[in-house]
């Protein structure tokens, strides 16, 4: 028979943001310690509030799996001695397993015979492992911060005041942080705190919910939009709902209640975006759209409670509200009086970072490595410049102080105020971009290329004063700024390579800063090429393709682009269906593997092959069909065909290998045949390192 179980761990008030990841973290919690202890189950469901974990394990099993097991013991030849008595090997092992030694089996092996036993396992009530479990879960729990409250020193996110554990009606007994479990949870704290008995796992849901608390996050997020439509019912308009704040809200309240409000229209004259951020940002309150897409002067609020007191609430709603929007137009008036591009000097006065100097040493730096690009490629050059003079100005606005995430679009509001034509303006607004590794690009080539400036210049300054990225700590974001840059040529076809940008940004800092400038170049491209690795397999490529391809240019030290790049893989993707491309690839290793053990054993090979010491028939024909390919050799004019080329080398190699001793004991005749395959390696690397398949 099968019975549900629950778990709640009742506390005080956690941080939001905590709560998305913990859900997660607890259901793997909750199925792995079931799994280890052999317990059958349904269904896991985690369930989160503000003030609540709860864990529900549908029909789980009455007992613990039982199981017939063999446990493997010492080799007979060691538990037993010359005379056929057990050593103090064998009896120790018997010992431990409870058994006497006589009683232990032969088992033979292909490492030799050993002694087993056969034991059975399993076969507890579940009501006596689950508390266990359960302790195990609540003290696993992981958390970015913990605190400890009493004199237990257990840490948790917040102070654990109550814990529910039930296995269908029977109350299970755990402690932990000197808390007993028992059968009670507690109603909505801010309407009564009642104190409410949980008679089993099926009735915890409805009984929360008779008490103004929905415990079930998704029926929380559902409720909290099926109430601010049909609040805003009677304004005509409706919400954008924006998924992070609708988040955020789920896991701020237990019995979500919209309350519909409104500001002075006046305020409608500040710019939508900063309305809305401070709306949305700072109060988390919702705005409500007109039907004319417009924003209206009306906006929601989501109170943690049931619908009483309307409008002592919406009277509280509204003075926030009207404070915070009273002082964005204060900044946003102030911010006006000047104009963006006479703040560009001003930058002078904040530090970017530390050893780096500050924005303004940014700026130029960035002026400097766009107009280097300039002699590469035909961009627009001026009105490059005139981007990169504006672009990070607004870091000095009362605006963005306020509000840090509008730097960039309150700069290009500023701008079009100062009558900056729309194509600067939009570069001010989209050098950003991306804001997250999958976020929108910047569209124009002028927005591209100064983010592409801004992002290397960040993460070769950063890289310089040893802010490199470790493990899964990344305080600057450097991993996001790189994924930016390679989306942003590939995806835009920019005819420019990534190692361009970091040589130039590299030469813009001052020599005292980098000691080696090699060691510095090479560390970012790795981390680019990282990050490479990770883009082209979200595209469907294989990781072997990835690294076939980009091992050559990598040791090298060649310049490619990305679309180049892609070609390649593209080509080889298409390639590895071909009937004879594996066996080339089998063949291919097996030259290079010769190559890496005359490297190792120090033997110089010669920088060509001499026609005249090439003896047997099949040498000569491998070393006329390389050459005939690399004649006319052009792969970058088509990269499948080049591959299809290759792939005619793959008999002559295969004959050459049959027939050919390449180590041979005539040191002239052997060197000139690791020539041969030096030479036949080379001519595959112009492409790729096909040994890196599998």
Not at 404 to 413: C, D, K, M, R, S
Not at 616 to 629: G, K, N, Y
């Amino acid at each position: 028979m099968v019975k549900n179980a629950l778990l709640e761990i009742y506390t005080e008030e956690i941080p939001a943001n905590f709560l998305p990841p913990v859900i997660v973290n607890i259901r793997e919690l909750t199925k792995m310690f079931l799994d280890e202890q052999k317990l059958g189950y349904k269904n896991v469901t985690v369930w989160a509030t503000p003030r609540r974990l709860a864990v529900c394990i549908d029909e789980l099993e009455e007992k613990v799996k039982e199981e017939t097991v063999d446990v493997m013991g010492p080799p007979v030849r060691i538990a037993k001695d010359e005379k056929g008595e057990f050593t103090k090997v064998g009896l120790g092992f018997a010992n431990t397993q409870g058994v006497k030694a006589e009683s232990m089996q032969v088992k033979t092996t292909p490492k030799g015979d050993y002694f087993y036993i056969t034991k059975q396992t399993g076969g507890q009530d579940t009501s006596k492992v689950l508390p266990e479990i359960f302790t195990k879960i609540i003290t696993k729990i992981y958390f970015p911060k913990t605190m400890c409250w009493n004199n237990s020193k257990f840490r948790f996110a917040r102070p654990i005041r109550s814990l529910l554990a039930l296995y269908g009606v029977k109350p299970l007994k755990l402690t932990v942080a000197g808390i007993k479990s028992g059968v009670f949870t507690y109603g909505l704290y801010v309407k009564s705190a009642k104190k409410i008995k949980i008679t089993a796992p099926e009735k915890y849901v409805t009984a929360l919910r008779n008490s103004y608390v929905i415990v079930d996050q998704q029926v929380r997020k559902e409720t909290i939009k099926n109430e601010i439509n049909q609040a805003i019912k009677k304004t005509g308009g409706r919400v954008e709902f924006e998924e992070k704040l609708l988040e955020e809200i789920t896991f701020l309240v237990e019995h979500p209640t919209a309350v519909l409000c409104e500001f002075d229209k006046n305020f409608l004259n500040l710019p939508e975006i900063v309305i809305t951020t401070c709306l949305e940002k700072k109060q988390k309150f919702f705005p409500i759209i007109g039907k004319d897409g417009k924003l209206t002067n009306y906006f929601v609020g989501v109170r943690n409670g049931a619908s009483e007191h309307q409008e002592i609430v919406r009277d509280g709603y509204q003075k926030v509200a009207s404070a915070r929007l009273k002082d964005a137009e204060f900044f946003y008036q102030q911010d006006l009086k000047e104009k963006l591009e006479t703040k560009t000097e001003k930058l002078k006065g904040i530090i970017f970072q530390q050893k780096l100097g500050t924005v303004y040493d940014k700026v130029e730096r960035i002026d400097k490595m766009l107009n280097y690009i300039s002699t590469i490629l035909p961009i627009n050059k001026d009105e490059i410049h005139r981007v990169v003079m504006l672009c990070k100005n607004d870091l000095l606005t009362n605006i963005v102080f306020e509000y840090p995430e509008l730097q960039g679009v309150i700069g290009a509001i500023y701008a079009r105020q100062n009558g900056v034509s729309e194509e600067i303006c939009d570069a001010v607004e989209k050098h950003y971009l991306p804001l997250s590794a999958q976020g929108n690009l910047p569209e124009s080539e002028t927005a591209a290329f100064v983010s592409i400036a801004d992002k290397i210049d960040t993460i070769t300054g950063d890289f310089a004063v040893g802010l490199i990225p470790t493990g899964s700590a990344d305080p600057y974001g450097l991993r996001r700024q790189a994924i930016g840059i390679l989306r942003i040529l590939l995806e835009n076809n920019i005819n420019v390579s990534p190692e361009i940008f970091i040589q130039a940004a590299i030469d813009n800092f001052p020599s005292a800063l980098i000691k080696d400038k090699t060691a510095l170049y090479n560390s970012i491209k790795t981390f680019l090429w990282q990050r490479l690795e990770v883009i082209f397999e979200e595209k469907g490529y294989k990781i072997d393709e990835i690294r076939a391809v980009l091992r050559p240019i990598t040791q090298n030290q060649k310049a490619m682009t990305l679309s180049r790049i892609e070609d390649i893989l593209t080509a080889l993707k298409d390639i590895r269906k071909s009937p004879d491309f594996e066996p080339l690839t089998a063949g291919f290793k097996r030259a290079n593997n010769i190559l890496k053990q005359s490297d190792q054993k120090k033997i110089e090979i010669p920088a060509a092959v001499d026609p005249v010491k090439l003896t047997e028939p099949e040498e000569i024909d491998l070393h006329s069909q390389v050459a005939l390919i690399a004649k006319d050799f052009k792969p970058w004019e088509n990269y499948l065909e080049a591959f299809k080329k290759l792939v005619t080398l793959r008999n002559p190699i295969d004959k050459f290998f049959d027939k050919v001793m390449v180590m041979a004991e005539d040191t002239s005749l052997r060197d000139n045949r690791l020539a041969l395959l030096q030479e036949t390696i080379n001519l595959f690397l112009n492409v790729a390192d096909i040994s890196q398949l599998q």
